[in-house]
């Protein structure tokens, strides 16, 4: 189960590149970006498929898999793009970032799940953390004028929410069906670019670059570690751990040059990683703890 949790933030820490990457990528608009690096993501799959025949092999998947599928990775980035649309991105933000505390909440609802105070208590740190991040030092001003906006970015947050609770209820679902919810999401992303944007493509080879990254890390493997993640590693940990997304994109911008370290950002460093390893106390702690009882005996 360790293994797979660390499988899972691996995902965590490519979104962490998301930011960076699209800022790099030019002014291409979302829904035809979108279409763009599922594409990609979906070359990521077929290539791993070649080095898992057995996998590429598998059986019939139930229908509901394949609904909970595409409306997790389409329905996320849709109800996103339009909270982004008719709301400041601050609110909406903090808003669609309630996605790991309600994986954390609503994971003692499965079967086999225990939620425990310290997970409980690890999410609301991280939460606290991501606020600093996203307000920026600043103040929230939710606007009733905006309340499309918010409405839509807290359907994100449940639907996402929702696609990793209920994709742990089908473990034995290889992660190679991925590759087809991101297939899904490229289409249909398209038509809501053809539908709704005006074409822009990248300017230069840097902007290229840029788009091929994100197809290849944060919207194409991160989805398929974080399949693996959320179907047979500690999901509470990693609800929890999710949080440290904002904060190490928010280090990586600092690194690149487009961002100033603050007092805030080890404030939120501070809280979100404290909250990780309190969320974790059983799963870091409680194998020590094992093996030493186990040594005495």
Known sequence: MGRATLIGFCAVAMWALLALLTDASGTMPPFQLSAITFAIGTCVGLVARLFMPA?????????????????????????????????????ASLIAYL???LIVLGSALMPGEKLAWNHVAGALLGLAGTFLIV????????????GFGYA????????????????RRFPSVPTTIVTWFCLATSVLSLVCHLLLEQTVWPQ???????????????VGAAFYAWDIGVKRGNIQVLGAASYAAPLLSTL????????????RI????????????????????????????????
């Open 152 to 167: 839509m970015a807290a359907v994100c947050a449940v639907v996402w929410s929702s696609y990793s609770l209920l994709s």
């Open 99 to 101: 996605w790991p505390l």
């Open 204 to 218: 230069n080879s840097g902007q290229w670059l840029a788009v091929l990254a994100l197809g290849l890390m944060p």
């Open 135 to 146: 307000t920026k030092g600043g103040g929230l001003a939710f606007d009733a004028r905006y």
């Open 55 to 91: 996998a590429a092999k598998q059986e019939p998947v139930p229908a509901i898999v394949w609904v909970i599928g595409i409306a997790g990775l389409f329905g996320y980035h849709f109800f996103y793009f339009t909270a982004l649309r008719n709301a400041p991105a601050v609110e």
């Open 252 to 263: 990586v911008l600092i690194a690149a040059g487009f961002a100033e370290p603050s007092l």
């Open 266 to 297: 080890l404030a939120a460093c501070v809280l979100i990683t404290g909250g990780a390893v309190l969320a974790a106390k059983s799963l870091l702690f409680g194998k020590r703890a094992t093996v030493e009882n186990g040594a005495g005996a």
